[in-house]
């Protein structure tokens, strides 16, 4: 069987640089959980991910890299590591995801490194219920993170992103709150359907909400008109009317866009998937890099999987978002 559509130019790679975290979000862990975390000596080493960019993936067309993980700025040495990818010639884009708790001293060091784009986690404007959703006891981390925030804004990364993802019961009441972070600053909010991808309770009792329920609540509120800026990435993206930013929405959930997808996934443990709902074909270039294999070789094999996506995705299309999946975002690199 073959895909119905031309396939899409494969070129962004999502690199996760380390499966751990500093908080442990309700929708992105499992509740009480004892993950296997990747031994830190099967972490890709900052040489082999930039030996794969060079040697594999740049030949093969990628040029839009983004860094994420776990918390991409627990990686030691992240710094150097977006210096020496952002100095690639081939390099035309580069990004990172991060929960912004390290953001109010890393911002100046990652802009001058030459990062440019971020996005920032931010589910809610209350410290309690950010405490509530990020986990932990103690002091809420909000202002930390609202903190990283607004020295990126400063610094003056762009465009800056807020992700929001939004459980029924938890945060659901904030969403006109959080959109009009996008009016006065130009900021792009990101509404993200919530997935059953890392804790499974959680999305049992509380189910989902869909973009469209979202967008009206906004629409009704403000108005939206369709934006002509547009990401790289599968977010349908609009403007609250007068305003500077843009709200985003990912609907993963209740709109497959498997046939829109143009990246790969690199796992911090160096394993290479075409879907982040489907381990299937996944290859662990780690390993191969170690035992010697020729790079020339690895590039052959990374080609065959890039060449299977458009399959790979049709077939998760045909059969709905549910895949096989035993690793939670934090650990496949969100
Ligand atoms: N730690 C960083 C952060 O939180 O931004 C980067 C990694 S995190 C896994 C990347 C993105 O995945 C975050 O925006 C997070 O909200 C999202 N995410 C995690 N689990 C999710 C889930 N079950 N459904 C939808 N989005 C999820
Ligand atoms: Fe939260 Fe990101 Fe950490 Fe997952 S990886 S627990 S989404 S901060």
Known sequence: ??????????????????????????????????????????????????????????????????????????????????????????TEDLAITTNGFLLADLAQPLYEAGLRRINISLDSLNAETFQQIIGGRGRSRWQDVWRGIQTAHKVGFSPLKLNVVVIPGINDHEV??????????????????????????????????????????????????????KGNGPADVFQITGAKGTIGFISQMSECFCDRCNRMRLSADGLLRPCLLNE?????????????????????????????????????????????YSRTMSQIGG
Request: with cysteine; net charge neutral; charged share 25%.
């Open 1 to 90: 069987m073959t895909s119905p559509n031309p396939p899409n130019r494969i070129d962004y790679l999502r690199i996760s640089l380390i499966d751990r975290c500093n908080f442990q979000c309700v929708y992105c862990m499992p509740e009480g959980a004892d993950l296997q975390y990747a031994l830190k000596e099967h972490w890709l080493t900052h040489d082999e991910i930039l030996q794969l960019l060079r040697e594999v993936f740049i030949p093969l067309g990628f040029t839009r890299f983004r860094l994420t993980g776990g918390e991409p700025l627990l990686r030691p040495g992240i710094v150097e590591l977006v210096r020496a990818i952002a100095q690639l010639p081939q």
């Open 280 to 324: 299937n074909g996944q290859i662990d270039l780690r390993t191969s890099l170690r035992n010697g294999i020729p790079l020339s070789k690895i590039r052959e094999q990374v080609a065959v999987l890039v060449n299977e996506k458009p399959e790979i995705n049709f077939k998760m299309r045909e059969s709905g978002v549910t895949g096989a």
């Open 176 to 229: 006109l709150d959080l959109a009009a972070l996008s009016i006065e600053q130009e900021w792009h909010v990101r509404f993200i359907e919530f997935m059953p991808i890392g804790n499974d309770t959680l999305f049992g009792s509380k189910g989902w909400i869909d973009s469209e329920s979202i967008r009206a609540q906004i629409r009704d509120r403000w108005g939206i008109k369709t934006s002509s800026i």
